[in-house]
């Protein structure tokens, strides 16, 4: 395996959605510039695990959450973190694509002008590019002032991720991306991640186990709230540990 | 009775329900403006009203009903959005906020002249405003407050969730989201909202009988907040039921032609712009 530098570590990590715990227990490392995939059947916790890394769960009431979750050496459980600057650096696609109800543009645009930008050729700029890096851009540049809801469901998930682009995050959190999305759609977004898996830290979650053995270096399954197994994917898809991981990705049960 | 002839007679009764909606007020509409618009001139839209002599106008009224609807919505809006913005996005969900909410709720269902007897005894009595266009206007946004706080909250919560998450996943801030997302989307239902509490703003006269007054300034139209308030529909109650003067019949009908006219035009002036707004954000 190659060494990479560790975005971010899970050390200890318990999650109760009031007296329901969610988490046991995870200790896991997610490398830089690398693609991360957890897998599992659902109500496993590995959504839940990925909405603790940008802190998205202090949205839902009643979460008590134990344990480290370190980013660049921070915790971002520590007390004293910007939660609003830790979204900024760790942003997230969402199962369902979820453009604002606004022209293409102001989508992308939103989160630059949020953070500050307001200079028309600097947005113009940032549009350009992060359509085109989401391979959006000959799609949709004629029609820029539309709005976003009048895009494909594909193009939509791809609109959601150049808007997330568009704040310069180091780390993609994607939350089965493509389980809305059909299956041409869903092979664009896969090789858009293998793109841009070279500058961003990419933990993806996915139901779908062919898909996470196509893209990502490392793959962690789960099973009611542990973590059974974690590894090189291609290990853990062709020789597992654990006789759980086995039967689940053999398709004996999930 | 077989399935196919049951969804038939359904079909053709609510075609029905339609039609007899449609004709109670076509019905309506023309029975109004058939012996209303007659009189209508504009030396009755912008005339000063008479005591005793026929021949006179409304356009004192006119001015008086803008006028308080005007400055009603000035304080009823930010209050009642405010408001709705905290119980919808704020507000934790405990006994306080439940209080809050149900006494909202109740205070949407008092019949507008017991606001009218409050106005009166706070506002015209005990504040010594006297009958006022500014005692009308405070009174007439308390009883729009609940409806505004009602409908704010609702169209909040009826903006997806999707849309806070997206915002708040991309590291804005919760003002942020609800100034730039929440708002922006829940705009059509706030303008319904307002739309319709202007209009029942318009019609109302129980309340400003109380504390607008019955009678206009001699100088008006004036801005003056302190001159009586006579509006529109209060002038119509009020020729209808006290006025020596010979024609209040026709003035009486004038009026309340004027006042259908003027209503449905500012309906349309708000629903328009809104329905294109929400087409070109649905991307049609």
Known sequence: MKTLKDKIRCSNLNLFYGDNQALYDINLTMPAGSITAFIGPSGCGKSTLLRTLNRMNDLIPNVKITGDVVVDNENIYGGDTDVVALRKRVGMVFQRPNPFPMSIYDNIAYGPRIHGIKKKRELDEIVEKSLTQAALWDEVKDRLNKSALGLSGGQQQRLCIARLLAVDPDVLLMDEPTSALDPISTLKVEELTQELKNKYTIIIVTHNMQQAARISDTTAFFLNGVMVEHGETDKLFTNPTDQRTEDYITGRFG | ?284
């Open chain 2, 1 to 284: 009775m077989n399935s196919k002839l049951s969804n038939k007679l359904a079909t053709g009764v609510f075609w029905l329900i339609g039609f007899v909606i449609l004709g109670i007020l076509a019905w309506f509409l023309w029975r109004i403006l058939s012996v209303g618009v007659p009189h209508l001139s504009w030396d009755f839209i912008t005339g000063q009203p008479e005591d005793m002599m026929a021949g006179g106008g409304v356009g004192p009224q006119f001015f008086n009903s803008f006028y308080i609807l005007f400055l009603s919505l000035l304080i009823a809006i930010p209050l009642g959005v405010g408001a709705g913005i905290w119980l919808s996005e704020y507000a934790k969900p405990n006994k306080f906020t439940e209080i809050v909410r149900i006494s909202t709720e109740m205070l949407a269902s008092v019949p507008s002249i017991v606001f009218g007897l409050f106005g009166m005894l706070v506002f015209v009595t005990t504040f010594k405003l006297g009958f006022s266009i500014i005692g009308g206007a405070l009174t007439l946004a308390l009883l729009n407050l609940p409806v505004l706080v009602r409908v704010t909250e609702e169209s909040l919560r009826a903006v997806p969730p999707s849309y806070r998450e997206a915002s708040l996943a991309l590291g804005s801030t919760k003002w942020q989201t609800i100034r730039k997302v929440l708002v922006p989307a829940a705009l059509p239902g706030l303008i319904t909202g307002v739309t319709l509490t202007a209009g029942r703003a318009l019609g109302e006269s129980a309340i400003l009988i109380f504390t607008a007054g019955t009678t206009v300034s001699r100088f008006a139209p004036t801005p003056d907040l302190t001159a009586s308030g006579e509006t529109l529909a209060v002038h119509l109650w009020y020729v209808r039921s006290e006025a020596l003067i010979e024609d209040a019949q026709q003035v009486a009908e004038g009026t309340a032609a004027l006042l259908v006219i003027v209503v449905l035009l500012l309906n349309l002036l708000i629903a328009l712009p809104s329905r294109y707004l929400q087409r070109k954000k649905a991307g049609k």
